[in-house]
């Protein structure tokens, strides 16, 4: 019996340990539990904290970098998020427009790299950080126009959703794992519907017990949780991303 | 699922119709094809195959009936014992009907092709495995399978031929099934716009490939929900249902003036696309 089992099994150990280090070696290391992706290497050290971070409350002259942002809104660079699929990288003159006029860093490294792609007039090879795959949508806009101008959420605490916490970090680095699972996780939790609009207008589609549903396309039938409050799950259209 | 379930739980198992307990709300995409006006002079396949990315084939595999055409204009001679110079013919144009009980959405093994919310036929082509059942149930013939890696076959792309590529619609690998999406890329598009200001697409805003270099204007599209839409008022106008298998005008004595049909309606697929009769010279 062991005899006839020993090639068979033998072949099935080989031919995993071959599709571990093939899966291995195609996939980011995922490093922690939050799935950091992998750190990729920006023809510019850019300082995300620098200039998203929070300001220094303590000593707000403090010009040390590693001590305070600027607090620079993200939809300030990022500008196509919210009226767009995708959120964007700003042009180099973005960059400029607002570096011309700060000399005190001129001379600094980066900001000498900077001027020098301005010169050439070349723009910059950003790097693709959040690299969906070519059959993912995801669309900024609906995220955008839901969370920060509905709810009026904190920019950054929005973006962080899926982007984490850029706001610390210099060339930013994928946090979350950004699979489909992860995203289907937030959008099968039943979410209560509340009218933030500010007017007390109602956002979107028919209102669902005198109150707009955000959620889908298609009115949702009434749930309420444990509190009594209308909920409403997220799309699961499969077409809104994949098409 | 036991015999006696199914026989208990009928009800929940078989609906007359799937919008019965969920009715449309607030879209349903749909569409009218007035044959009469059609010329066949085949612009929106044209249109359609820059829109959606479509893979021209050539000569040889349009033979083996790979041809990838997902809007195609089908000819129809009339046999009145005319020959061919004098022989009357008509022009049909055919796509998927996005049907509200579609036949190939529930054959599918992986569920690649579903129904959504807004009443299209949705096709997921990283969910599909190239089963090919759904065209093998499909009654209309209109779903196409990539039997080659297109983007990488010589003369269907050519260099810089890629950069006319539509980038809101992915170009379909080998091994997937595809068929007309309604323009889905436009239709979420206007959705989400609509959405964002706070209201409901309204009619005229978007329109499909075809629809828009349709030279006579005998293509139709949009929502049905909305009563101040055209193709509802032309639904409307031909006593033409979503939800009938059998339209009550056709059981009247004597006939029908109204020309609105769909295609294969006893089947009970409920097809969203409504065409219009052509009025015939022996018929008038």
């Given at each position: ?192 519907v509340v009218v933030a ?47 | ?106 054959v599918c093994p992986v ?62 690998g080998k091994g997937v ?108």
């Open positions: 019996m062991h005899r006839y089992l020993y090639f068979p099994v033998m072949l099935a150990g080989f031919l995993m340990a071959i599709g571990c280090y093939a899966a291995t070696d195609q996939q980011p290391t995922l490093t922690t539990e939050d799935d950091l992706g992998p750190q990729i290497q920006q023809p510019i050290e850019f300082p995300h904290y620098r200039h998203a971070g929070n300001r220094n409350t303590v000593d707000l002259t403090n010009s040390d970098p590693t001590k305070g942002g600027m607090e620079i809104n993200c939809q300030y660079c990022h500008t196509y998020a919210r009226r767009s699929l995708t959120a964007g990288i700003p042009p180099l003159q973005k960059c400029v427009g607002c570096h011309q006029n700060i000399p005190s860093v001129r001379d600094k490294p980066r900001i000498v790299e900077l001027f020098k792609y301005w010169d050439a007039k070349k723009a910059i090879p950003w790097k693709k950080v959040h690299d969906l795959p070519d059959f993912v949508r995801f669309n900024h806009e609906r995220h955008i126009k839901r969370f920060i101008e509905q709810q009026g959420r904190p920019v950054q605490e929005v973006c962080g959703y899926c982007h984490g916490q850029v706001k610390e970090m210099t060339t930013a680095r994928r946090q979350k794992p950004i699979t489909m699972g992860w995203c289907v996780s937030c959008h099968m939790k039943e979410h209560v609009n500010k007017d007390g207008i109602p956002e979107g589609g028919t209102p669902l017990g005198k109150q707009a549903y955000w959620y889908t396309f298609q009115k949702p039938a009434e749930t309420k949780n444990a509190a009594g409050e209308l909920t409403a799950k997220g799309p699961n259209d499969c077409w809104l991303c994949h098409k | 699922m036991s015999v006696t379930n199914l026989l208990d739980n009928w009800a929940a198992v078989r609906h007359f119709h799937p919008i019965d307990d969920k009715p449309h709300d607030p879209y349903k995409w749909a569409m009218a094809i007035d044959l009469d006006a059609c010329i066949g002079c085949n612009a929106c396949a044209v249109a359609c195959y820059a829109e959606n990315n479509l893979p021209v084939v050539g000569r040889e595999k349009f033979k083996h009936g790979q041809v990838m055409h997902w809007m195609r204009i089908e000819r129809y001679w009339d046999e009145d014992g005319r020959d061919y110079p004098d022989q009357g013919f008509q022009f049909l144009p055919m796509m998927c009907q996005q049907c509200e009980a579609a036949p190939c959405e529930t569920g690649a092709t579903n129904h959504t919310q807004d009443g299209l036929n949705s096709q997921i082509y990283n969910r599909c495995i190239g089963s090919r059942y759904c065209s093998a149930n499909c009654p209309f013939k209109v779903r196409y399978f990539n039997w080659y890696d297109y983007p990488t076959t010589e003369n269907v792309w050519p260099a810089e031929m890629n950069y006319q590529l539509n980038p809101d619609v992915t170009v379909r099934m595809e068929k007309c999406t309604f323009c889905v890329q436009r239709l979420r598009a206007a959705e989400v716009t609509a959405k964002g200001e706070g209201r409901i697409v309204r009619e005229g805003e978007v329109q499909t490939a075809c629809q828009q270099s349709c030279p006579t204007g005998a293509i139709s599209f949009g929502n049905l929900v909305d009563p101040e839409s055209r193709v509802h008022k032309q639904w409307q106008a031909q006593q033409v249902d979503l939800d009938k298998d059998m339209q009550e005008k056709n059981q009247k004595e004597g006939g029908s003036d109204l020309r609105g049909y769909r295609i294969l309606e006893e089947l009970r697929s409920y097809p969203s696309v409504m065409y219009l009769e052509r009025v015939r010279e022996s018929a008038v």
